[in-house]
């Protein structure tokens, strides 16, 4: 696997990733304009439909797994879609009709807010999950940025408009704004993707295959997501909601590294299907050590930048005194970015079948991460509350890690190839001029 070859590709996923920075400076206005109370409000419900929609992509990994065979495409697209709905649908309705009880344990007495408010925004969501699923099974990450184009543009434009007309946000005004930017954002994914659009129940896969891949996967997507996601409610149990948005503004700014390994993650898991189904182990290895690689070289890079005071410039910059806890909460949590290269390997495993290796993983490194969290809510320190999401990604990263470099020999010198591999492209690219 060529870097070079791969040009285009990799420039509109840096593209797409662009747009997570400018949408995180438009982030750090949001929450100049917000208590951190309706910020922190605003953070649960988002992250626990965040949460939803993860352990729901299992359902549409049919997309990529089984779709990537022609033949199969229609069956999968259509049991995917099916699949997804009746999944995220449940988990809303069940958190609706368990609201008074979820509001006493998590003493919230505003989470009905929530419950009214993720059934409809699921709903939204789907057409723009599903669609995007389509858009990483062939790779064609042009589509995907206008995609988040589409999402991002309309929320930045709502949040000047609100801003300047209104001099303030609230935890409604936040809601209105990500159901239009999720539904507009959904509209321009179908427009752009119809043509990907095959339905029908033609093909020769079961539905009892395409279940027995989901389920694993599901079940492992829904405890992968608990500590980074969910966590908040852990911090909201210990804590208060104020706390949970100085919290959440730590993980908002951390969301780029999570995004980045997230979009790597999405180019590795298809392209890893392709060279195990042509058995081409030697492309698999350039295509997971240089993935691994670039991002590894590139986060240290950046996080010894924020921790050289950057970071600390910018939040005490750009937002009030009140969110100024957060510096030393995002200067401990970026420390997890280094783990985040490793966790992408778990696409390899998936792309391996081995979806019961990686639940066992996964739940070790949640078993952790929960004793972490429940350490640092007894404490009631909240400066160390990014610990818990710290052990989870370094303990996950390191058991995939050593799982491929026992399986699939990814050697420990190879983390630095993208060094040597950077420097003879651009050699290349300079002696041709």
């Known amino acids: 696997m060529k870097v070079q070859e791969h040009i285009d590709k990799i420039s509109w996923s840096v593209a797409d990733k662009f747009l997570y920075v400018i949408y995180g400076v438009v982030t750090l206005f949001q929450m100049k304009a917000l208590d951190p109370n309706e910020y922190g409000l605003y953070g649960l419900l988002i992250n626990l439909h965040t949460w939803v929609f993860i352990a729901g992509d299992a359902f549409l990994s049919n997309v990529i797994q089984f779709g990537m065979n022609k033949e199969n495409r229609q069956k999968a697209n259509t049991y995917s879609l099916i699949l997804i709905t009746a999944f ?8 609706f009709i368990f609201n008074p ?36 099974r062939d790779s064609d990450m042009k589509k995907l940025f206008f995609v988040n184009f589409a999402f991002f543009f309309t929320l930045s434009a709502i949040t000047v408009f609100l801003i300047a007309t209104r001099g303030m946000l609230t935890f409604k005004s936040m809601v209105y704004m990500y159901l239009i930017g999720s539904t507009v954002s959904s509209l321009i994914a179908v427009i752009i993707t119809r043509k990907k659009m095959e339905f029908g129940f033609k093909g020769n896969i079961s539905i009892k295959r395409m279940l027995s891949f989901d ?21 909201q149990y210990f804590f208060s909601t104020s706390v949970v948005g100085i919290y959440f503004s730590a993980k908002s700014l951390f969301r780029f590294f999570e995004e980045s390994a997230g979009a790597a993650l999405g180019l590795v898991y298809p392209a890893a299907v392709r060279q195990l189904e042509h058995k081409n182990y030697k492309g698999l290895n350039d295509l997971m050590t240089k993935s691994v690689s ?17 970071s600390n410039f910018l939040i005490t910059a750009f937002l009030p005194v009140k969110y100024h806890l957060a510096v030393g ?31 066992v993983f996964i739940l070790t490194a949640f078993v952790f991460s929960v004793i972490t969290f ?59 001029s």
């Open 88 to 95: 995220t649908m449940s988990i809303a309705l069940i958190v």
């Open 101 to 136: 009880v979820i509001s006493s344990v998590f003493k919230l007495p505003r989470f009905s807010e929530i419950a009214l408010v993720l059934p409809v925004l699921s709903l939204i969501f789907i057409p723009r999950v599903f669609c995007i699923k389509l858009i990483f």
């Open 215 to 235: 389920l694993p996967l599901m079940f492992i997507g829904a405890i992968n997501a608990l500590p980074k996601q969910l966590d908040i409610y852990i911090i």
């Open 294 to 310: 670039f991002l590894f070289v590139s986060f240290i890079i950046i996080v010894i930048i924020l921790e050289s005071g950057v």
């Open 329 to 359: 909460q995002f200067n401990l949590l970026i420390l997890a970015s280094v783990g985040l290269p490793f966790v992408v390997l778990s696409s390899i495993i998936n792309a391996a079948e081995k979806p019961l290796k990686l639940f």
């Open 374 to 432: 429940y350490l640092v809510g007894i404490s009631g320190n909240q400066n160390l509350i990014p610990l818990g999401q710290i052990a989870y990604i370094l303990i996950l990263g390191s058991l995939c890690f050593l799982y491929i470099k026992r399986n699939f020999g990814f050697k420990i010198s190879q983390l630095f190839r993208s060094v040597n591999d950077t420097y003879s492209y651009l050699k290349q690219r300079f002696s041709k």
